[in-house]
C-alpha cells in the first residue's frame, strides 16, 4: 500500500533492465542510421526533383523538427543555424506549394536545396552520435508537441517507407 504516495521508479521498470538499459544506452548501429536515413534521403531526392508528394515533403519536414529537437536536448549541438534555415525553406516550400490549397510541387531556389541537402547530411551526423533511447525520447516529444498544437502524427509502416524508397 503506498499510503497516498506515488509508486517509486523502481516499480516501473520493465521486467528485464539489461534490455531497457541497452536500449536507451547504445548508440544506432549503421544499418539502423541506414534504415532511418534512406527514406529521408530518397525523399530530398524527390523534393530536389520536383516530383514529390506532399507525404514525402512532410517527411523531409519531420525529419527537420527531429534534427532540431535533438539540438534543443544539448546532445549535438552547434547545428542549430543550418537546421533553422532548413525548416526555413519548407516554409517557403510548403506556402508555395499549397497556394491553390491542393499540393503542387514548385520550384525550388538554390538556397533552400543546399539548405535541406545540409541538414539532412547534419541529421546523420546527429545519429551517429545519440543512443537509442536518446532518439525514441526525442521523437515521442516532437509527435506529443504535434499533436498538442493540432498537427497530424501520421504513422508510416515499412512497407510505406519502401515504396517512398523505391
Not at 541506414?34 to 523531409?60: D, I, N
Not at 543546399?114 to 525514441?136: F, K, N, P, R, W
Amino acid at each position: 500500500m503506498t499510503h497516498g504516495r506515488k509508486k517509486s521508479r523502481m516499480a516501473r521498470i520493465s521486467a528485464n533492465p539489461l534490455m531497457l538499459a541497452l536500449m536507451t544506452a547504445t548508440k544506432l548501429t549503421q544499418a539502423e542510421i541506414a534504415e532511418v536515413m534512406t527514406p529521408v534521403r530518397q525523399c530530398l531526392k524527390f523534393v530536389r526533383e520536383g516530383v514529390s508528394t506532399q507525404l514525402q515533403f512532410e517527411v523531409l519536414r519531420s525529419t527537420m523538427l527531429i534534427a532540431q529537437g535533438i539540438e534543443h536536448s544539448g546532445i549535438v549541438r552547434g547545428l542549430a543555424d543550418h537546421i533553422t534555415s532548413a525548416l526555413q525553406a519548407c516554409t517557403a516550400i510548403e506556402a508555395r506549394a499549397l497556394t491553390s490549397c491542393a499540393w503542387r510541387q514548385t520550384a525550388l531556389h538554390f538556397q533552400e536545396l543546399d539548405a535541406l541537402a545540409t541538414a539532412v547530411d547534419l541529421h546523420e551526423y546527429q545519429l551517429q552520435q545519440i543512443s537509442a533511447g536518446e532518439l525514441h525520447r526525442i521523437v515521442n516529444h516532437i509527435k506529443a508537441r504535434t499533436a498538442s498544437t493540432g498537427g497530424n502524427v501520421v504513422r508510416l509502416s515499412e512497407t510505406d517507407l519502401a515504396l517512398m524508397a523505391a
